[in-house]
């Protein structure tokens, strides 16, 4: 059964840091490109970072320069480090693990809240 568990979402003031992690099981964790996306109410899912098996990493430009995705093999742990945190940053951010279109899986969701 494939599970991704996401945690540290929570409420920061603008300006903080959170760091995201999620956590896979069931998958083989080295040949998946894992990513986060975001999806605010009323707005699509949208993705925010990506790093593939061999630790190539996308952003969105949105995020460049803040946001930090990173992943330890051994740990089937694939992380997000947000600083600068801005009000437009507020979502549910969830864990992707891509293989195929089929072996393509997603987490619950965490929230983050950004807000003085």
């Known amino acids: 059964q494939v599970q991704l568990v996401e945690s540290g979402g929570a409420l920061v003031q603008p300006g903080g840091s959170l760091r995201l992690s999620c956590l896979a099981s069931?998958?083989?964790?080295?040949?998946?490109?894992m990513a986060w996306y975001r999806q605010a109410p009323g707005a699509q899912r949208e993705l925010v970072a990506a790093?593939?098996?061999?630790?190539?990493?996308n952003y969105a430009h949105s995020v460049e320069g803040r946001f930090t995705i990173s992943r330890d093999n051994a740990k089937n742990t694939v992380w997000l480090q947000m600083n600068s945190l801005k009000p437009e940053d507020a979502s549910v951010y969830y864990c992707?693990?891509?293989?195929?279109?089929?072996?393509?899986?997603w987490g619950q969701g965490t929230q983050v809240t950004v807000s003085s």
């Open positions: 992707n693990a891509a293989f195929t279109s089929v072996q393509n899986y």
């Open positions: 069931g998958i083989s964790f080295t040949l998946y490109t």
């Open positions: 790093i593939t098996n061999s630790g190539v990493t």
